[in-house]
């Protein structure tokens, strides 16, 4: 189904509510101002424009414009999806990863059909094969492209979390606390799940000489850890604003 731009509460409700008629619902939450949705966005759309997700209704709602919406998610970072049906959340999912998103839906939509036909289950294990033949594939990433990948990753937004886990479920104590501090200085911030790709986990460390992680970064600068940001605000409280504008 084509791709909807929600302009206000009153439409976001008639949209999941009344004129749902069961259908599966993608709720993708962005910000113009984070690089990471732009590829997102074209993603969506084409996801949208599938002859497959006919009966599934997409929805694109701006979290700064509609702030509304996005807290009765907790929206705290985007890209952000929620998938739902009769008004239940099936799940969330942050980040910007298009083959979670994928296999997440996919996931919904196998479950909503319940036994489904074995066309359906057939198609999704094929799209799985190609998927896994995709990655078989794919060339050894060189030092320079990994270098060149890891400068886009850290000025995707201008504050950037690389983390272990997503906003919405941290996997590290230190991770969470970083989190909640920048929750309670309402900094907007991108995020990057390290666990997901080794390859970002362990060139982080070299790229910013720092071993561990939560890593913060501002503009692209390395600010530090969760110990280091601590220090920064107990001397510095306007220390996001200042960093930010430098």
């Given at each position: 189904?084509?791709?909807i731009n929600i302009?206000?509460q ?8 009344t004129?749902a008629?069961g ?10 101002w984070?690089e990471?949705c732009k590829?997102i966005?074209d993603?969506?759309k084409a996801?949208?424009d ?14 700064d414009e ?7 998610f ?5 890209p952000?999806f929620?998938i739902?049906?009769?008004?239940t ?6 980040g910007?990863d298009p083959?979670e998103?994928?296999?997440a839906l996919?996931e919904c939509k196998t ?7 074995s ?5 999704l294990?094929?799209e799985a094969r190609v ?8 060339e ?5 492209e ?6 886009k990753?850290t000025q995707?937004a201008?504050?950037?979390l690389?983390?272990k ?14 989190v909640?501090i920048l929750?309670?200085h309402?900094?907007?911030f ?8 080794d390859?970002?986990r ?7 000489d ?5 890593q913060?970064y501002i503009?692209?600068?390395f600010?530090?850890?969760l110990?280091?940001i601590?220090?920064s605000?107990e001397?510095d409280?306007?220390f996001f ?6």
């Amino acid at each position: 189904m084509p791709l909807i731009n929600i302009v206000d509460q009153d439409q976001f409700s008639r949209l999941t509510t009344t004129e749902a008629n069961g259908k599966i619902v993608v709720l993708y939450f962005y910000a113009t101002w984070a690089e990471p949705c732009k590829a997102i966005n074209d993603v969506v759309k084409a996801l949208s424009d599938e002859p497959t997700n006919h009966n599934v209704q997409f929805l694109s709602i701006d979290a700064d414009e509609h702030s509304e919406i996005a807290e009765l998610f907790n929206v705290s970072a985007v890209p952000f999806f929620v998938i739902i049906q009769n008004e239940t959340v099936l799940k969330e999912l942050s980040g910007a990863d298009p083959k979670e998103f994928v296999s997440a839906l996919n996931e919904c939509k196998t479950a909503a059909l319940g036994a489904g036909s074995s066309s359906t289950s057939a198609a999704l294990n094929d799209e799985a094969r190609v998927s896994d033949d995709e990655d078989e594939d794919e060339e050894e990433e060189t030092e320079e492209e990994l270098l060149e990948r890891l400068t886009k990753l850290t000025q995707a937004a201008p504050v950037m979390l690389f983390m272990k886990g997503s906003p919405s479920e941290p996997k590290c104590g230190f991770s969470r606390q970083i989190v909640g501090i920048l929750r309670e200085h309402q900094v907007r911030f991108g995020f990057f799940d390290i666990l997901k790709d080794d390859s970002v986990r362990q060139g982080l460390k070299k790229f910013s000489d720092w071993p561990t992680f939560p890593q913060l970064y501002i503009n692209g600068e390395f600010q530090g850890g969760l110990d280091i940001i601590k220090e920064s605000l107990e001397e510095d409280s306007e220390f996001f604003q200042n960093a930010l504008q430098s």
